[in-house]
């Protein structure tokens, strides 16, 4: 049961190096997630996707891209890194549904983080 | 807009003694959910406890439980018996109801655990 799975661990990029991580759910989870941590921030929501084909703007989406062309794999994409995007990763899935039915349900599953510098 | 808010940036406490991590947080709905997540040097977030707002019984998972105050908007986590692997980061979360739920979280307790 390998639930949410981030790749890559760790990443080093120079100013202006492109990338793109991935995170793939095996859980057919509708709703997936990208956010970042800074210390002192917590956590911040980059970009999310209530299903496949769909993705929508979070808190600080400024700089990156994402794409969920399947239902268990949602990218995230640096086109042009700087180094304020130097941060740790984190993606995140969960089912989709409503205030009255399927509670048990009813959280977000983590990724372990990708910690990306940005030099 | 919601707002999270841990004012705790640091705690310690002995271990096999008890800690409370506070958490406060403002909304104008009435459905939602509330969380705490730990955060271990592994880096992986994982969920500790959930209280759901319309339940007036306050949520408890072995060692873990809160103290949900509704109408104060306070959510505190208290960790009974405090064992050296608790030592973590503790995020309060919160998400709406609806059916876009992105959750919102605070930015942190850092939780020490003394020997």
């Known amino acids: 049961n390998a639930g949410v799975t981030q790749t890559p661990k760790f990443r080093v990029l120079k100013t202006g190096q492109s990338m793109t991580l991935l995170c793939a759910q095996d859980?057919?989870?509708?709703?997936m997630y990208w956010y970042r941590q800074d210390p002192g921030m917590g956590l911040r929501l980059i970009h999310y996707s209530v299903g496949e084909g769909t993705t929508a703007k979070g808190e600080v989406p400024d700089g990156y891209n994402v794409s969920r062309l399947k239902k268990q794999n949602f990218l995230l994409g640096l086109e042009s890194a700087a180094p304020s995007q130097t941060s740790v990763y984190f993606c995140a899935s969960s089912y989709s549904l409503y205030f009255f039915g399927g509670l048990a349900k009813n959280i977000q599953y983590f990724g372990a983080g990708t910690r990306l510098s940005v030099l | 807009a919601q707002t999270v808010t841990q004012s705790q940036p640091e705690m310690s406490v002995q271990e096999a003694e008890t800690v409370t991590l506070s958490c406060t947080y403002d909304t104008s709905e009435s459905d939602y959910y509330l969380f705490w997540y730990k955060q271990p040097p592994s880096r992986q977030m994982i969920l500790v406890i959930r209280?759901?707002?319309?339940?007036?019984q306050n949520a408890t998972e072995n060692r873990f439980s809160v103290n949900f105050q509704k109408a104060a908007k306070s959510f505190s986590l208290k960790i009974s018996d405090s064992q050296l692997g608790d030592a973590a980061m503790y995020f309060c979360?919160?998400?709406?109801?609806?059916?876009?739920?992105?959750?919102?979280f605070g930015k942190g307790t850092r939780l020490h655990i003394l020997p």
């Open positions: 859980m057919n989870h509708e709703y």
């Open positions: 979360a919160y998400r709406s109801a609806n059916r876009d739920d992105k959750i919102i």
């Open positions: 209280q759901e707002a319309y339940k007036q």
